[in-house]
């Protein structure tokens, strides 16, 4: 059984904050599950889900990552690291699996075409950054489903993503979006440091 | 007092569902500030926060709106709208505000000058992109909380932007990521199809 998730949104997203040293201890496969279980849950334009995950505990494989991830503290700290990245090329190859199973066999050609025929249309690179900025919005689930069952995380977008793609052996056409150190936070972090809604938003 | 975050992540995230009717029914300001209260406390790198909303519930300025909103059903049937916007350029005009008060006057100085001499460098569309991309991460924040504190919400990236931006007034060199139609569903909406963890997901 993993980690209940138990904190409320509103208290998950108050708690979460980088960490950046973790009690050194492994995190449960079955938790790393659970995580990812909630975290494709996201929503996606047309279902499409962007999103591919490896995740990395072995510590070889972690050590010869770490130069790719600028020898970061806390990424080096975490027993665990999710590599999320972005895959349009499956997702093109694949539009059947991501149609959703009330569409009639009419409703599933029509979706299958618009899908090919937008995306076919672009070239592997401006497909490419549309699904990695999506990808973000699982991003964001994933840190709240940890934070939740009791994980803390970093995530980092400095890395040099070649050399961790030529390292997982992942295809040169996805890109990476982030790479999130996970664990048990050794320290409780920064205080919160964000602008006012007030700053940021406008209601008419 | 706005409404409680009632539910956990897991539960939000199970039960968060693209819907397609609303109830006609105000949805208090107050809680509109807090969901953005808590979608603001989404993680950025060096903090920069680069999403911005207008919360729009007039419902003149609504009904100049849908036309650039292609007429979808579920955003008209919403009783409020939030857009999601980028401003990478109101961020590097003001990074004093996005650095950590716990920052000593040196470390300030060359958090400044390091965000500065990398966003400077590169044109108002590519760290515009950048932008676009981070705001997603605020967008799964905001969609968990709203779940969470009993409203469901219908984004979508189908709208037509730089009509948008007319009507709200918003500069020229903004994104908007996505619209978010919130409300009080009026349906269940469509059961979750989504992938596998173990079609998307490698443990290493």
Redesign the interface.
């Known amino acids: 059984m993993p980690a ?11 708690s ?3 960490i950046r040293t973790f009690v050194q201890q492994e995190v449960p ?1 079955d938790d ?2 659970e995580i ?8 996606s ?1 047309d ?1 499409f ?1 962007p ?8 510590s070889e ?1 972690r050590a010869r990552m770490l130069p790719a991830e600028l020898n970061q503290h806390q990424v080096a700290s975490a027993q665990a690291l999710i590599v999320l990245y972005a895959d349009m090329e499956d997702v093109l190859a694949n539009v059947d ?6 569409f009639d066999e009419a409703g599933r050609a029509k979706v299958r075409a618009a899908f090919t025929r937008r995306f076919g249309a672009q070239s592997k690179k401006e497909r490419g ?1 549309y699904a ?10 994933l ?3 940890a ?3 009791g994980y803390q995380t970093s ?4 890395f040099k993503p070649e050399e961790i793609k030529t390292v ?1 052996g992942l295809p040169a056409h996805v890109t990476i ?1 982030a790479l999130v150190a996970i664990g048990k936070g050794a320290e409780p972090g ?1 205080p ?4 006012s ?1 007030e ?6």
Request: charged share 20%.
């Open positions: 209940p998730s138990t904190m409320t949104v509103r208290e998950a997203a108050e979460c904050r980088a496969e790393l599950r990812l279980r909630q975290t494709r849950l996201a929503p334009p279902n889900q999103w591919r995950f490896v995740v990395v505990r072995d494989l699996e991501m149609i959703h199973p009330g950054n990695h900025g999506l990808a973000y919005v699982a991003l964001g689930y840190l709240l489903a934070e939740s069952m995530p980092t977008l400095e997982l979006p920064f919160h440091h964000r602008h809604v700053r940021i938003a406008r209601f008419v």
